[in-house]
């Protein structure tokens, strides 16, 4: 541990699922111990424990149900994140998503804590829809979560789109923002590119519809239709507690199709870059900074995802890789078939996109922007 500037200090997290916190949130945990805080992960409990306590932190269970809406149910949640925060004596809660800094805030005005961390890392679904609901449900948010909010209260973002979102100043004094995650250069790494053609496109990302999973499908279906030799490969799981989740059965159907396959989950990311080209995730919106196009990125793959808030951060039209509108499979069909009949470019934009995670993307420094953050916010 270095400079442990905080010794005794307790920083709490507050997030709805330990498996989301295991995939991203582990080096906040660990940028937090550097500085001496005692570290404690409110979460539901499901099979990710050990990898939190792996970094020092204690965990303590809470049932908050993602999918839920019900105010009833919020409350209960909150009234026992409440009294967790009392009995850890929490300097400050560090909230992570949406559902979690609606409970925890509301909690931590119960508790009688002020210094708070709100970290929105993208809208969801929410964040995906134009529609009069989806505006409406935005304008929401915005009065709920400045609602909760003190005069200590500090907000960390992963784009700078999303701050205006809540009213928020990008450039603010109390707005931080990280380069999503972060990403460990080390744990990936580029590897030569396999044969081509065909040119082969990989999304690894929960089966959403809001990943616009569906357009990278009609995509394919488009360029293949055009004569380029192009391949996609689904990684990703239905997630049964998203509302937006596609059902098994299409997603068999589609793998059914020529030139698409889908794998379910992989644990080993790495592996999927080596066999493949170019990483795709036509997002419909709603996010922070996907995971998935930093990993592409750090393993030197060119990118085709689209122009919304946190895809756009990483990804620099022409530069890293294509930039298309969303809800756009034409565009997107129109992407891959660029690629798939100019190779030297593939290769281009993936050492684009590994010079671009390098530049504020790892996890390091993450890290420090967090570090530096809780330091302001615990220093007299």
């Given at each position: ?8 200090r ?10 989301f916190?295991?995939?991203?949130f ?32 204690r965990?303590v269970p809470?049932?908050?149900?993602r999918?839920?809406?019900?105010p ?7 009234g026992q994140?409440?009294?967790?925060l ?13 559902k ?46 400045r ?13 700078t789109?999303?701050p205006?979102l ?13 380069g ?12 030569p ?9 990989a ?11 569906d ?11 055009q004569?380029a ?9 239905p ?12 997603l068999?159907?589609?793998?059914s ?6 794998h379910g ?13 170019v ?7 709603g ?7 930093l990993?592409?990125a750090?393993?030197?793959r ?9 895809c756009?951060?990483l990804?620099r039209?022409g530069?890293?890789g ?5 809800n756009?499979?034409g ?5 891959f ?41 615990l220093?007299?």
């Open positions: 541990m270095t400079d442990p500037l905080f010794p005794g307790k920083l709490v997290f507050v997030v709805t699922e330990d498996w916190f295991a995939s991203h582990l080096p906040m945990a660990t940028a937090a111990r550097e500085l001496g805080l005692d570290v404690t992960v409110v979460t539901r409990v499901q099979a990710h424990r050990e990898a939190i306590e792996a970094t020092g932190a965990v809470l049932q908050v149900e999918r839920s809406i019900n009833m149910t919020a409350g209960y949640a909150a994140l409440a009294a967790i009392k009995d850890e004596k929490a300097d400050i809660v560090h909230c992570i998503a949406l979690s800094i609606l409970v925890g805030g509301f909690a931590a005005s119960l508790a009688g804590i002020k210094h708070r961390v709100y970290a929105l890392t993208g809208l969801g679904f929410l964040g995906a829809r134009t529609d009069r609901v989806g505006r409406l449900s935005q304008r929401a948010v915005r009065l709920l979560v609602g909760l909010q003190t005069e200590k209260t500090r907000y960390l973002f992963e784009n789109d999303d205006k809540l009213g928020l100043d990008p450039g603010a004094s109390n707005v931080t923002i990280v999503g995650a972060g990403i460990d250069p080390e744990a990936f790494k580029p590897t590119l396999p044969a081509q053609p065909p040119l082969k496109v999304l690894v990302a929960r089966m959403l519809w809001s990943k616009g999973v357009l990278a499908v009609e995509a394919v279906r488009k360029a293949r239709a004569g030799a192009v391949e996609l490969s689904l990684y990703g799981n997630d049964p507690s998203n509302p937006k989740a596609i059902p098994e059965e299409t068999k159907a589609w793998s199709e020529p030139g698409i396959s889908w989950a992989t644990r080993d990311v790495q592996a999927v870059w080596r066999d493949h080209h990483a795709c995730l036509p997002s419909r919106g996010e922070g900074l996907p995971r998935t196009l990993e592409a750090a393993c030197g060119a990118i085709v995802t689209t122009d919304v808030p946190g756009r951060t990804v039209d530069v890293e294509h930039l298309v509108p969303p756009d499979a565009a997107l069909g129109a992407g078939l660029s690629l798939a009949n100019d190779p030297e470019r593939v290769v281009r934009m993936g050492e684009a996109a590994r010079t671009r995670v390098l530049d504020g993307f790892t996890e390091r420094d993450v890290m420090n922007d967090v570090k530096r953050l809780y330091a302001s916010m220093s007299p």
